[in-house]
């Protein structure tokens, strides 16, 4: 595979050409914000957290293959700014109760509202009626928190690679709904995943609350992200010591 280069920050990158520019950035130890993607899966862009400014122009990291001399911002001034306000919305539209959600400590959207520093939110909160399904026997379905990434329609299939969720209805009245038949089915092991994937605490297992305590948990011990960054700085320390 041909091997291409790249500025991103004025720092000098390799890549594997065609690679998606969160993928490329993080093996060159560099971290992107991103939300609605994940490692591995195909990127659908719907957040736009991944926002970065190629050659001037704005994209988003997640849905653009690098390119051989592609000069890319992501960390000004500017670029924060737009990721901070992309989050501040998110918390504002729904209804986002951090310190009662069994996610808490587990949720990306939490963890980018610690990393881009978010006191409170410059929108004025929407405080939206919505409702919370419990009709499935595994799954609790919580449309207050989801901020429609469709990481579980993407992710969540059974063995015909059919999704358990789908998008219903248009604009801002789009939500996620799960298949009733296949929900009363579903394996608790699917469901477990379902809730891991899901980047809020929109889909909860039932009876499973608190396993890891509160202060113990992914983002409590490490800032989002800075598995990515940590990853470097040990190549730069052996480097270094060599
Ligand atoms: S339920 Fe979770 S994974 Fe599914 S679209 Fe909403 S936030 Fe994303
Ligand atoms: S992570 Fe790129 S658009 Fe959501």
């Not at 539209?93 to 006191?119: I, R, V, W």
């Not at 800075?226 to 190549?235: F, R």
């Amino acid at each position: 595979m041909e091997k291409i280069k790249f500025q991103l920050d004025d720092k000098d990158c390799v890549a594997v050409e065609g690679q998606m520019l969160v993928d490329a950035a993080r093996d060159n130890g560099i971290y992107i914000p991103t939300l609605c993607n994940m490692h591995g899966v195909k990127p659908c862009g719907s957040c736009r957290v991944c926002t970065v400014k190629i050659n001037g122009r704005y994209a988003t990291a997640c849905t653009t293959p690098v390119a051989c001399g592609m000069d890319i911002e992501s960390e000004t001034e500017e670029i924060k700014e737009i990721r901070s306000a992309l989050i501040e919305l998110m918390f504002a539209e729904g209804n986002h109760y951090c310190p009662t959600c069994e996610m808490s400590g587990n949720c990306d959207l939490q963890a980018m509202g610690y990393k881009f520093g978010m006191m409170v939110p410059r929108f004025p909160y929407q405080f939206p009626n919505r409702e919370v399904n419990t009709d499935c026997p595994h799954l609790i379905i919580d449309y207050n928190r989801c901020i429609r990434c469709k990481r579980c329609i993407r992710t969540i299939k059974d063995d015909q690679n059919k999704s358990y969720f789908a998008f219903v209805n248009r604009g801002d009245k789009i939500e996620v709904s799960i298949d009733k038949d296949m929900a009363a089915t579903m394996p608790k092991e699917l469901a477990e995943l379902a809730m891991e994937n899901c980047p809020v605490g929109a889909i909860l297992v039932k009876e499973i609350g608190f396993k890891v305590p509160i202060g113990k948990r992914k983002y409590d011990l490490k800032p989002i992200g800075s598995d990515i960054e940590d990853k470097v700085n040990v190549i730069m320390e052996e480097v270094t010591n060599e």
